[in-house]
């Protein structure tokens, strides 16, 4: 069970202002792996650990949506066993701690190119998604399977097929309806993270989210994912609670 006693008060953060969505790229498994002279698939198991402490994390924090870049559309280009472990990922956790998720309230939402998947993956996601369908708390939400250029062209398709039905005038198409149209739609208001994390020192957004990053606050931590810590994370977000957030205009004007 998710342990609820975190204290905000040890690393000074102020529990007002705790960003509502928080999105990560789990960076570094492999590098992690290679230090340790291990096979690559040692280091995303230990990764898989570390979603689960970071979820129990961010659901103590107060954080309202969790999103994780878990598998790219650029990871099938990775060796063949690599990517077989990878998609065999999601199986394992929910099987291991999908009845934690809903004993501390956390709901499954899975966004990406899902029918692209193996059926073992496919049927892992979706039984993930049933099993937590009653939760009201934090939204764990997994990019599997997800690029946002592939997400993006997705989009201007609905949108262009709209206007060839008629149902929408090319004057009609602003901000909004991109929104709707993108695999974020279904998180409403909390679709845009306020904080966006890429662990391991690299600093570039590998095709994750790039409408929805658009006013998010960045912060690059060189820990490699398989060390990252809830200490990790309490540090991101203290980082991120004495930026200025603006959204292009001016404060105190």
């Known amino acids: 069970m998710f342990n609820k006693n975190n204290s905000l008060e040890d690393h000074q953060l102020d529990p007002n202002n705790i960003p509502a969505h928080i999105a990560i790229i789990m960076d570094g498994n492999g590098r992690w792996a290679k230090q340790r ?39 099938w ?22 009845p934690e998720l809903i004993e501390n309230n956390v709901k499954v939402n899975v966004m990406g190119e899902i029918d692209k998947l193996p059926n073992s993956t496919k049927n892992a996601v979706q039984k993930a998604i049933y ?16 690029g946002s250029h592939d997400e993006i062209v997705s989009a201007i398709k609905k949108i262009s097929s709209r206007v060839k039905n008629g149902n929408l005038n090319v004057d009609d198409i602003n901000d909004n309806v991109v929104e709707e149209s993108l695999m974020t739609s279904n998180l409403r208001d909390l679709s845009n ?12 957004l590998s095709n994750f989210l790039l409408w929805q990053v658009a006013y998010s606050e960045f912060v690059f931590d060189k820990t490699k994912w398989p060390d990252y810590k809830d200490s990790n994370l309490k540090e991101c977000i203290h980082e991120y609670q004495n930026r200025h957030r603006r959204f292009g205009g001016l404060k105190n004007k």
């Not at 280009?77 to 999908?98: C, D, I, M, S, T």
């Not at 099993?131 to 997800?146: E, H, W």
């Not at 993270?193 to 570039?204: A, C, N, Y």
């Open 37 to 75: 002279h291990l096979p690559r698939i040692a280091g995303h198991k230990q990764g898989m650990e570390v979603v689960r402490t970071i979820t129990k994390s961010a659901s103590n924090l107060g954080v309202k949506v969790l999103t994780l870049y878990a598998f790219s559309t650029e990871n």
């Open 77 to 98: 280009h990775r060796p063949e066993k690599e990517v077989k472990y990878l998609l065999g990922l999601p199986e394992r956790f929910f099987n291991k701690f999908v």
């Open 131 to 146: 099993d937590t369908k009653d939760c009201n708390g934090m939204i764990l939400n997994f990019a599997l399977n997800y």
């Open 193 to 204: 993270p306020d904080l966006l994390i890429r662990t391991s020192g690299e600093e570039r």
